[in-house]
């Protein structure tokens, strides 16, 4: 049989997670002051752009040579490099490449591989693969999307057989509560097999980055994206909610290299990244701009009467409202802060569940701020208890439980009712010598 030469054109899929994508995405997810470090240490390697910094909170790294993708976690940089080590199809290893862009600073993904697979116009199950891939990687546990998921990693990294680990986890409860004869019947093993067991897990960590995880509970300094103008004229001309920093001092091009370029065919790389990173800020700021616009339609009676008028609101609706994924708007909300009345206030603090109100729902957030009013206006020696919040609030036609209450006068770190009695009774005591 004669073997002749032949010429084929073929179409082939396959995924372009470009620097581009990857830098508008770490573009918005960026908080101002970070944003402000990253454009100065790039604006430091590329001769194309030139930018001052505006925050001088801190210096600039003198790794400023480093790239865009060097501001994301550590640990991330690391996974990259396990995964081309692992010498995957070339379509495999970016989908892997792109679900490490989703990680937390702790290691766990929290993006469904739906959402993902709907955002970026991906096979579901291309993705799964994909996952499984990455959960190979060190370290034990990374790419979990649940404490489950990550204590069953954790547990074959350890030369557990799956089954075996995937019916450890899964007695978790019962481990808890020290059911041991229970779980000897589930697993199989005798009591010094069930006291092992025990013992690794108390091993094991429930976050795949544990050093990782303390620096997302760190209070970061808040810079307004956004802020309320109030045009003079009162109530004639209604409030507007604009960028707070609409470009002006960005990062700019450098026109006599761009020119130099251009003549010379100098860095063509560097050019074309100097571009991507302004295109990429251009869509940060039309989505927070968007992200206000939506706001001051939604919360306009927060905005005229004050924290007790704000309408209950979730990232839901505003990523359907905008037509852009959850994700995008999980993104674009991180970190960010809108200047309200010389007050700063996270862009998350408007987004909370709906409670039953005397008018229909109302926002959690409103709920608590009248929690911490009525502690505040409580006599001192006769302080409210959770149980009396409860009855006020439902006297005002709020419907609410006496856990949730609980849960919201902890999470405005106001102490219980006993230890405020305590602590007016020595301050009296204090203050009469007693």
């Given at each position: 049989?004669?073997?002749?030469?032949?010429?084929?054109?073929?179409a082939?899929?396959?995924l372009?997670?470009?620097?581009?994508?990857?830098?508008r995405?770490?573009?918005l997810?960026?908080?101002?002051?970070?944003?402000?470090?990253?454009?100065?240490?790039?604006?430091a390697?590329?001769?194309?752009?030139?930018?001052?910094?505006?925050?001088?909170?801190?210096g600039?790294?003198?790794?400023?040579?480093?790239?865009?993708?060097?501001q994301?976690?550590?640990?991330?940089?690391?996974?990259?490099?396990?995964?081309?080590?692992?010498?995957?199809?070339?379509?495999?290893?970016?989908?892997?490449?792109?679900?490490?862009?989703?990680?937390r600073?702790?290691?766990?993904?929290?993006?469904g591989?739906?959402?993902?697979?709907?955002?970026y116009g991906?096979?579901?199950?291309d993705?799964?693969e994909?996952?499984?891939?990455?959960?190979?990687c060190?370290?034990?546990?990374?790419?979990?999307?649940n404490?489950?998921?990550?204590?069953?990693?954790?547990?074959?990294?350890?030369?557990?057989?799956?089954p075996?680990?995937r019916?450890?986890?899964?007695l978790?409860?019962?481990?808890?509560r020290?059911?041991?004869?229970r779980?000897g019947?589930a697993?199989?093993l005798?009591?010094e097999?069930?006291?092992?067991?025990?013992?690794?897990l108390?091993?094991?960590?429930p976050?795949?980055?544990?050093?990782?995880?303390?620096?997302?509970?760190?209070?970061?300094?808040?810079?307004?994206d956004?802020?309320?103008?109030?045009?003079?004229?009162g109530?004639?001309?209604?409030p507007?909610i604009?960028?707070?920093?609409?470009g002006?001092?960005?990062?700019?091009l450098d026109?006599?290299?761009?020119?130099?370029?251009?003549?010379e065919?100098?860095?063509?790389?560097?050019?074309?990244?100097?571009?991507?990173?302004?295109?990429?800020?251009?869509?940060?700021?039309?989505?927070?701009?968007?992200?206000?616009?939506?706001?001051?339609?939604?919360?306009?009676?927060?905005?005229?009467?004050g924290?007790?008028?704000?309408?209950?609101?979730?990232?839901?609706?505003?990523?359907q409202?905008?037509?852009?994924?959850?994700?995008?708007?999980?993104?674009a909300l991180?970190g960010?802060a809108?200047?309200?009345?010389?007050?700063?206030?996270?862009?998350?603090?408007?987004?909370s569940?709906?409670?039953?109100?005397?008018?229909?729902?109302?926002?959690?957030?409103?709920?608590?701020?009248?929690?911490?009013?009525l502690v505040?206006?409580?006599?001192?020696?006769?302080?409210?208890?959770?149980?009396?919040?409860?009855?006020?609030l439902?006297?005002?036609?709020?419907?609410?439980?006496?856990r949730?209450?609980?849960?919201?006068?902890?999470?405005?770190?106001?102490?219980?009712s006993?230890?405020?009695?305590?602590l007016?009774e020595?301050r009296?005591?204090?203050?009469?010598g007693?």
């Amino acid at each position: 049989m004669a073997l002749n030469p032949r010429l084929e054109l073929r179409a082939q899929q396959k995924l372009a997670l470009t620097p581009t994508l990857r830098t508008r995405l770490g573009i918005l997810r960026m908080a101002p002051a970070e944003l402000d470090e990253t454009l100065a240490a790039e604006a430091a390697r590329n001769p194309f752009l030139r930018y001052e910094r505006r925050y001088q909170g801190g210096g600039v790294p003198a790794g400023a040579e480093e790239s865009l993708q060097a501001q994301e976690a550590p640990f991330q940089e690391d996974l990259r490099r396990q995964v081309v080590r692992m010498g995957l199809p070339e379509r495999m290893q970016a989908l892997v490449l792109l679900l490490i862009t989703e990680l937390r600073g702790d290691g766990y993904l929290d993006a469904g591989l739906d959402e993902l697979a709907r955002e970026y116009g991906l096979d579901e199950g291309d993705l799964a693969e994909a996952l499984t891939h990455l959960q190979r990687c060190e370290p034990a546990g990374v790419g979990a999307r649940n404490l489950p998921e990550c204590l069953e990693l954790q547990l074959l990294e350890l030369g557990l057989p799956r089954p075996e680990a995937r019916a450890t986890v899964g007695l978790l409860p019962q481990f808890a509560r020290m059911e041991w004869k229970r779980i000897g019947t589930a697993l199989g093993l005798d009591p010094e097999g069930v006291r092992s067991r025990a013992r690794l897990l108390r091993s094991l960590s429930p976050h795949p980055v544990p050093d990782a995880a303390p620096a997302e509970t760190e209070t970061a300094v808040l810079i307004a994206d956004l802020r309320l103008v109030r045009p003079e004229g009162g109530e004639t001309n209604a409030p507007v909610i604009e960028l707070a920093d609409p470009g002006r001092g960005g990062p700019r091009l450098d026109l006599a290299m761009v020119q130099k370029a251009a003549t010379e065919d100098f860095a063509p790389e560097l050019l074309a990244r100097a571009r991507a990173l302004l295109s990429a800020l251009e869509q940060r700021g039309r989505t927070l701009a968007r992200i206000g616009a939506w706001l001051l339609e939604t919360q306009a009676e927060f905005f005229r009467d004050g924290a007790g008028a704000m309408a209950p609101a979730t990232q839901l609706e505003l990523a359907q409202a905008l037509e852009l994924h959850p994700s995008t708007i999980s993104r674009a909300l991180a970190g960010k802060a809108i200047d309200v009345d010389g007050r700063l206030m996270p862009l998350t603090e408007f987004f909370s569940t709906a409670l039953p109100g005397p008018e229909g729902a109302i926002s959690a957030r409103a709920v608590q701020r009248r929690i911490a009013e009525l502690v505040a206006a409580e006599p001192p020696r006769k302080p409210l208890s959770d149980e009396a919040l409860v009855n006020l609030l439902r006297e005002q036609g709020v419907d609410i439980a006496r856990r949730t209450v609980a849960k919201y006068r902890q999470g405005l770190r106001i102490p219980s009712s006993s230890t405020r009695r305590r602590l007016a009774e020595t301050r009296d005591g204090a203050r009469t010598g007693g």
